[in-house]
T-cell receptor, first 111, second 110 residues
Framework: DAGITQSPRHKVTETGTPVTLRCHQT?????MYWYRQDPGHGLRLIHY???????DKGEVSDGYSVSRSKTEDFLLTLESATSSQTSVYFC??????????FGPGTRLTVL | QQQVKQSPQSLIVQKGGISIINCAYE??????FPWYQQFPGKGPALLIA?????SEKKEGRFTISFNKSAKQFSLHIMDSQPGDSATYFC?????????FGKGTTLSVSS
């Protein structure tokens, strides 16, 4: 998975609790992305980063925040998880903004 | 919201046959069109990609055909094998983001 790890790989949480997902890369790529994958919707961009402390919103950013304090780490936070955020979350990295390489994913269930 | 329309949703092909998946997009300003392959429980893996200055790109058994005037591109898998059974996603580059189709589940029967 192109030097990308995601943690945790599986998480079950309750509605209203905060959740943080971590993406770690060893490739020193500039761009990092968070996507969610849901049946019938394909992959949709949540947030992305184009450098340390430089982030921007994607298509489905409501309810999510991100932070990138180091090149290798990109965190996705659900401030107050809702059942609609039950999904599989993928991190991706890219040296420039074309070829994107995906991590193994985190399956999140919000009860 | 820009989108890419992918068809069919699912596809069953006999071993040795040709699998064809089609995608249509709306905006001619895009310049990068990748295809991803995803196995159950895994992340999507970049399979092959094309830029609109060429009409076809081949890598092994996988070929992308690109029709700029029709705003369509397709993936052909020649001599399909059971190991090709997976979900395939087309995408295009829109600024920094990739916009994905909804996926095609391919089953290759032996």
């Amino acid at each position: 998975d192109a030097g990308i790890t995601q943690s945790p790989r599986h998480k079950v949480t309750e509605t209203g609790t905060p959740v943080t997902l971590r993406c770690h890369q060893t490739e020193n790529h500039r761009y990092m992305y968070w996507y969610r994958q849901d049946p019938g919707h394909g992959l949709r961009l949540i947030h992305y980063s184009y450098g340390v402390k430089d982030t921007d919103k994607g298509e489905v950013s409501d309810g999510y925040s991100v932070s990138r304090s180091k090149t290798e780490d990109f965190l996705l936070t659900l401030e107050s998880a809702t059942s609609s955020q039950t999904s599989v979350y993928f991190c991706a990295i890219s040296p420039e903004y074309n070829e994107q390489f995906f991590g193994p994913g985190t399956r999140l269930t919000v009860l | 919201q820009q989108q890419v329309k992918q068809s069919p949703q699912s596809l069953i092909v006999q071993k040795g046959g040709i699998s064809i998946i089609n995608c249509a997009y709306e905006n001619t300003a895009f310049d990068y069109f990748p295809w991803y392959q995803q196995f159950p429980g895994k992340g999507p893996a970049l399979l092959i990609a094309i830029r609109p200055d060429v009409s076809e790109k081949k890598e092994g058994r996988f070929t992308i055909s690109f029709n700029k005037s029709a705003k369509q591109f397709s993936l052909h898998i020649m001599d399909s094998q059971p190991g090709d059974s997976a979900t395939y996603f087309c995408a295009y580059q829109a600024g920094t983001a990739l916009i994905f189709g909804k996926g095609t589940t391919l089953s290759v029967s032996s």
